[in-house]
Nanobody, 118 residues
Framework: QVQLVESGGGLVQPGGSLTLSCEAF????????MGWYRQAPEKQRELVAT???????NYIDSVKGRFTISRDNTKNTVYLQMNSLKPEDTAVYYC????????????WGQGTQVAVSS
């Protein structure tokens, strides 16, 4: 059974940094576009960033220049480096795998909490 396991969340002060990791198990990692999403309290889940197998990336405007998504295909892992964190970045962050081979197939991690507060 495919599993995505996130780690790296926590409490950080405004202006601080965190790196999230998402390791994939029992899947052919290079068959998937990977993404990070987040959901703040009482808000809809939103896309934060995606990365293709080739390494091309996309970001929402609010994190451009502050967040960096990357992947290591040899470790089946996708990362989200978050710098200059703001209180509005507080959310549960989820990892998503979108199949490039089977239309509509996707997997989600369980989420990791990021809290930005002084």
């Amino acid at each position: 059974q495919v599993q995505l396991v996130e780690s790296g969340g926590g409490l950080v002060q405004p202006g601080g940094s965190l790196t999230l990791s998402c390791e994939a198990f029992r899947m052919l990692f290079t068959n998937y576009r990977m993404g990070w999403y987040r959901q703040a309290p009482e808000k809809q889940r939103e896309l934060v960033a995606t990365i293709a197998v080739s390494g091309s990336t996309n970001y929402i405007d609010s994190v451009k220049g502050r967040f960096t998504i990357s992947r290591d295909n040899t470790k089946n892992t996708v990362y989200l480096q978050m710098n200059s964190l703001k209180p509005e970045d507080t959310a549960v962050y989820y990892c998503r795998a979108e199949s490039l081979v089977i239309s509509g197939q996707e997997y989600w991690g369980q989420g990791t909490q990021v809290a930005v507060s002084s």
